[in-house]
T-cell receptor
Framework: DAGVTQSPTHLIKTRGQQVTLRCSPK?????VSWYQQALGQGPQFIFQ???????QRGNFPDRFSGHQFPNYSSELNVNALLLGDSALYLC???????????FGQGTRLTVV | GEDVEQSLFLSVREGDSSVINCTYT??????LYWYKQEPGAGLQLLTYIFSNMDMKQDQRLTVLLNKKDKHLSLRIADTQTGDSAIYFCAEKDGSSDYKLSFGAGTTVTVRA
């Protein structure tokens, strides 16, 4: 079992650009959540996808959007990047209704 | 709303026990979690406890939950240098049951 995999591991983008991050959930999991972890802070919930729909959203602007594919993998898109978007972006996978959530290694995004 | 607080730092001697404390405000939390994060890595699920339990033990880890005081602790017995990391307490939102709310993390340093 490969666990939760995220790509790329590191990314550098310029202000105003757009970025797409990818996540493959753990085998057998159908739910993907995305979190933003700024330096020195705990992860903050962005949104969760289940059955290809956004099920819940945290306090993030519409510049943050996502998608879930029929194979349960997911993408996080961020438009019009700001310097403050620099963070570690974490994907968590779970089985709907289950208590455990497993995280990937994250994508480190740097906006310059 | 939910709010999770942790002390920021803990220094412990190798072989001693570590106790990491956490308080939360959401009385409807269903599950409470402990995650470990090593430098440059994602989050590793250590253990979790259902809100109607008082204690859970898993090898060197003991979780204590005082629901009345909304206090959660993680005890690591026989602390090793490999236990040096940031430990995050998280609660599952009782109102939505989807997202996790994290504390800012406790940096544990194990000294020889």
């Amino acid at each position: 079992d490969a666990g939760v995999t995220q790509s790329p591991t590191h990314l550098i983008k310029t202000r105003g650009q757009q970025v797409t991050l990818r996540c493959s959930p753990k085998s057998g999991h159908d739910t993907v959540s995305w979190y933003q972890q700024a330096l020195g802070q705990g992860p903050q919930f962005i949104f969760q996808y289940y059955e290809e729909e956004e099920r819940q959203r945290g306090n993030f602007p519409d510049r943050f959007s996502g998608h879930q594919f029929p194979n349960y993998s997911s993408e996080l898109n961020v438009n019009a990047l700001l310097l403050g978007d620099s963070a570690l972006y974490l994907c968590a996978s779970s089985l709907s209704g289950a208590s455990e959530a497993f995280f990937g290694q994250g994508t480190r995004l740097t906006v310059v | 709303g939910e709010d999770v607080e942790q002390s920021l730092f803990l220094s412990v001697r190798e072989g001693d026990s570590s106790v990491i404390n956490c308080t939360y405000t959401d009385s409807s939390s269903t599950y409470l979690y402990w995650y470990k994060q090593e430098p440059g890595a994602g989050l590793q699920l250590l253990t979790y406890i259902f809100s109607n339990m008082d204690m859970k033990q898993d090898q060197r880890l003991t979780v204590l939950l005082n629901k009345k005081d909304k206090h959660l602790s993680l005890r690591i017995a026989d602390t090793q240098t490999g236990d040096s990391a940031i430990y995050f307490c998280a609660e599952k939102d009782g109102s939505s049951d989807y997202k996790l709310s994290f504390g800012a993390g406790t940096t544990v340093t194990v000294r020889a």
